[in-house]
């Protein structure tokens, strides 16, 4: 495993996902810079998100034709301009664009960044997945404070940042690139080679070759979906629901993320080195069955010393297999493994801009308290269709 282009792909990935992370802690600033209501703060998030999920599996598909680590650099550096530029207009509708470019260009990145991961951590790709998963991670815990300090230190120019740091992390990927490319046919050489010394001495074929299991990988969509709903419900009601509900203050409720996002950091890794110890399947069946019972007691304990109690052991559980199932999507298709991390890792990063106004408009229906109890039901659907999952046939070792 080359951790060298593990990390510089790891902060790519910081540098792509920051801009994402950064727009939900700007949408204030928009409407008291700039006069915007909340249906056009709304609007922008979901424009954001919905062409996000769509072109990301393009990009796969694209990336999966050839190499195409340009595809990085190029994700990189219109993110951050894009998010840049809003700090320098002041019309709604460029401003919507910006975001929306911001959006696509964040998609660009991920498929081309996690196909070259698989290639670079070959025998350890939960560990190299989860590397880079940090980076992702970081971006979105990270984003919202840097745009507040931003903004209020600099007003609104303020947000030149995030370009000058595009610009900087695109040209450092581009000059990366022909360096990484023979890191990946390297490791690739040496995956082989040992894998045909492991099979002269069990006397199995030397090689198995690549195939796609399009019906394992749909049900692995389906157990992406409800992950991605839960956490997105969690991400954004969390808070609401220990202030409302729970009566605390706003800070005591927000600073439930902050626990969750801090300690997913350390989540991502230690999942990564246990699925590649005990298999990805086991590693996501793991976590998603063990998040059931504690988002119970967060939903129905009424106590914030009970949520509180949870937060670490939540975030285990949600983002400890978060590496498992972007390995196993590029399991399920080995043919098509830049397809499967755009649809993997889109899903997973844009459908909450999706999902978001569903469960707002059912919390203004029935109450908080009635998000977090149907974010329990889906998180046991979630969990059943984890357990659904087949093993690879070719790669049934190392799934089970």
């Known amino acids: 495993m ?28 928009f409407v008291s810079y700039y006069g915007m209501d909340y249906t056009a703060v709304a609007g922008l998030m979901f424009a954001s998100s919905f062409l996000s999920s769509i072109i990301q599996p393009l990009f796969g598909w694209l990336a999966d034709r050839g190499s195409r680590q340009w595809f990085m650099a190029l994700g990189v550096f219109f993110a951050g301009t894009s998010l840049a530029l809003t700090g320098f207009v002041t019309n709604y ?34 560990e190299g997945m989860s590397i880079f998963s940090v980076g992702g991670n970081g971006g979105f815990g ?3 404070l840097l745009a507040v300090f931003l903004v209020t230190t600099f007003g609104m120019h303020g947000l030149a940042f995030y370009g000058i740091n595009a610009v900087i992390m695109s040209l450092a990927l581009l000059l990366a690139a022909p360096h990484l490319r023979r890191a990946i046919a390297k490791s690739k050489a040496e995956a082989a080679k040992a ?19 399009w019906h394992a990988f749909f049900r692995l969509f389906v157990v992406i979906l409800f992950r991605a709903t839960v ?20 800070a005591t409720g927000s600073l439930t993320l902050s626990i969750v996002s801090i300690m997913g950091v350390l989540a991502t890794l230690v999942g990564g080195r246990f699925a ?27 106590s914030i010393y009970a949520v509180y109690a949870m937060l670490i052991p939540l ?84 799934t089970e």
């Open 2 to 29: 080359n951790k060298k282009y593990l990390y510089l792909l790891a902060a790519g990935h910081l540098s792509n996902d920051i801009n994402t992370g950064s727009l939900p802690a700007l949408l204030p600033f």
């Open 315 to 398: 975030s285990f559980a949600m983002l400890a297999p978060y590496s498992s199932f972007v390995v196993l999507g590029q399991e399920y298709l080995a043919k098509n493994i830049g397809f499967a991390s755009g649809v993997t890792l889109g899903i997973s990063m844009s459908v909450g801009g999706i999902v978001v106004p569903v469960l707002g408009h059912f919390a203004d229906t029935f109450g908080v308290a009635s998000v977090m109890a149907l974010l329990v039901l889906i998180a046991a659907l979630c969990a059943g269709a984890t357990f659904l999952l087949p093993a690879k046939k070719a790669a049934k070792a190392q």
């Open 276 to 302: 590649d110890r005990h298999g990805y399947r086991r590693t996501l069946c793991l976590g998603n069955l063990l998040l059931v019972p504690l988002l119970a007691v967060v939903a129905f304990s009424g």
């Open 195 to 213: 894998a045909a010394a492991e099979a002269v001495k069990e006397d199995k074929p030397a090689a198995v070759a690549a195939e796609n299991d």
């Open 142 to 144: 990270f984003g919202p």
């Open 231 to 250: 956490f997105t419900g969690i991400s954004s009601f969390l808070p609401l629901f220990c202030i409302h509900a729970l009566g605390t203050s706003e």
């Open 93 to 126: 509708w460029l401003i919507f664009a910006s975001v929306t470019v911001m959006g696509i260009a964040a998609a660009i990145f991920h498929p081309e960044a996690a196909r070259c991961v698989n290639g670079v951590s070959q025998g350890n790709r939960g």
